[in-house]
């Protein structure tokens, strides 16, 4: 069976402090991957998704970046967090060898609060 | 540009009745539609997925319907039980490039015992 990762769980960070939150999915290959931000009164949006190592497309102008160095892990990073990054930060998973194209399976997500 | 609205953002139900969570779309040339569920701090899990040529889908006291002409989706739960409160989030899926996701809001059920 598939499962996701994410760490970590929660995180605090001053303004202006650099980012990295990691996503790992175990028990397919090539999966499609994707970076959502669920903000305070602001449904899920979009940030980057990934259909390969290295291929990453953002949906959004922002003080973020995403990279794919594995086939199942993709990192979402800033150089210098602002409070607008506040958030819950969720990490999914599509296709890949399960066969499971359609559908969309989230991670436990991560709640970044910027200070 | 697409953009997907859900009434009511929140709804309280004693239990055993059973409820309907509307989903509505701007843009009809999706690929799919998918309900999921969050519990509060937590990820989402998925429900259920419709697809663009179907009407319905139903898992269990859940079933999902699609009217994609009409820009519009339904949740109904039957028989709703105190674990049923969560928020319910709609989804669809672009028809063109890319595989993204347009959220709703969602709606927050709370179903007293």
């Known amino acids: 069976s598939q499962t996701i990762h994410q760490w970590p769980a929660t995180l605090v960070q001053p303004v202006g402090s650099p980012l990295s939150l990691e996503c790992t999915v175990e028990?397919?290959?090539?999966?499609?991957l994707y970076w959502y931000r669920q903000a305070a009164g602001r449904g899920l949006q979009l940030l980057f998704y990934?259909?390969?190592?290295?291929?990453i497309s953002s949906e959004v102008p922002q003080n973020l970046s995403a990279s794919r160095p594995q086939d199942r892990q993709f990192i979402l990073s800033s150089k210098k967090l602002l409070l607008s990054d506040s958030g819950f930060y969720l990490c999914?998973?599509?296709?890949?060898?399960?066969?499971?194209?359609?559908?969309?399976?989230f991670g436990p997500g991560t709640r970044l609060l910027v200070l | 540009k697409q953009e997907v609205t859900q009434i009511p953002a929140a709804l309280s139900v004693p239990e055993g009745e059973n409820l309907v969570l509307n989903c509505s779309f701007t843009?009809?040339?999706?690929?799919?539609l998918q309900w999921f569920r969050q519990d509060p701090g937590k990820g989402l899990t998925s429900l259920l997925l419709?697809?663009?040529?179907?009407r319905e889908q139903t898992s269990g006291r859940l079933n999902a319907s699609l009217d994609k002409s009409s820009g519009r989706s339904t949740l109904y739960i039957a028989a709703s039980q105190p674990g049923d409160s969560a928020t319910y989030l709609c989804?669809?899926?672009?028809?063109?490039?890319?595989?993204?996701?347009?959220f709703g809001k969602g709606t927050t059920l709370s179903v007293s015992s």
């Open positions: 999914a998973w599509s296709g890949g060898t399960s066969g499971r194209r359609e559908t969309q399976y």
């Open positions: 028990g397919t290959s090539n999966p499609n």
């Open positions: 990934s259909v390969g190592i290295g291929q």
């Open positions: 843009d009809s040339a999706i690929y799919n």
């Open positions: 419709i697809q663009s040529s179907q």
């Open positions: 989804a669809v899926r672009r028809a063109q490039a890319g595989t993204a996701l347009i």
